[in-house]
């Protein structure tokens, strides 16, 4: 990866998330306080390497685990909400000191990211979807939400259990990647993390957003692996009625997470659409 790469840890009320910070070498025309935010969603175990690394090249990242995945801190008595979700967020990038933040945003990373921008439309330069859902209702989040059956899951699953599950699912996530978000997915702390996120959350995710999020006037991309069996494609038509500018590149042959299935066909979407909105970047 071109340029510094450094691995910080920032607290937010006490609770830390490590946060990788990366990009070239400063140099005149680029401007300090932008930067392309990777925000994950309900799992931190998938990584963003394959698609942060191209980034890099060209401009400053910043990627955060979250609270309750990863190596982050999973206080049982934090909310895991939405809202409590862009709020650490928010802290994060003003102690990173960016005020124009393109997000690259996946899963529930959508709309931690989402509820932050609407509070911050004039920082948001861009804002790219992967797999992003308006609606969670599928059959694993339905689970979380059950009491005592998320309980059980939690005692009763492990790493060896989900990837079983994710080979089936996701057949073309490479071996490596599932068996990161399988050992993620059992981390200490993060099942109980999960089940009170969608509990609090609820099946639309993004209801409380959607009118101001129509006021946004900048560009969307909106990357979708089309196999995706959690958040089915038809969900991107939502966001083509949300936005006021926003373009649909659908993956065949991926499911959810389509940059560690297809990373050079993902890279090559999201730079090409970044590039150009990056000041600076020729």
Not at 143 to 153: G, S
Not at 211 to 231: E, I, Q, S, T
Request: hydrophobic content about 45%; charged content about 20%; overall charge neutral.
């Amino acid at each position: 990866m071109e340029g510094t790469v450094e691995h910080r840890t920032l607290a937010v009320d006490g609770v830390r998330s490590p946060v990788l910070v990366a990009g070239p070498p400063a140099r005149e025309g680029v401007r300090a306080d932008e930067a392309v935010v990777f925000v994950h969603g309900n799992n931190a175990g998938a990584r963003w390497d394959r698609l942060l690394t191209p980034v890099a090249g060209f401009a400053r990242v910043i990627a955060p685990e979250m609270p309750g995945f990863g190596a982050a801190d999973k206080p049982a008595q934090w909310p895991y909400t939405v809202a409590a979700y862009a709020a650490h967020l928010d802290a994060i990038l003003r102690q990173l000191g960016v005020e124009r933040a393109h997000l690259v945003a996946h899963d529930f990373g959508g709309p931690w990211a989402l509820a932050w921008a609407v509070d911050h439309l004039d920082s948001v330069a861009s804002i790219t979807l992967i797999n992003t859902p308006v609606t969670i209702n599928h059959f694993a989040a339905k689970l979380w939400r059950t009491p005592v059956v998320a309980e059980t899951l939690s005692r009763m699953g492990n790493p060896a259990v989900a990837r079983w599950l994710l080979a089936r699912r996701d057949p073309g996530l490479p071996a490596g990647a599932v068996d990161t978000i399988a050992e993620h997915m059992f981390a200490r702390g993060t099942p109980q993390a999960v089940a009170k996120l969608y509990r609090s959350t609820g099946p639309n995710a993004l209801a409380p957003y959607v009118d101001r999020l129509a006021d946004y006037r900048g560009d969307v991309l909106v990357v979708w692996g089309a196999d995706d069996r959690y958040v089915p494609l038809a969900q991107t038509d939502d966001y083509r009625r949300i936005f006021r500018s926003c373009a649909v590149q659908s993956v065949p042959g991926a499911g959810h997470w389509p940059w560690l299935e297809q990373p050079e066909l993902v890279a090559g979407l999201v730079t090409a659409f970044l590039r150009p909105r990056l000041g600076g970047v020729r």
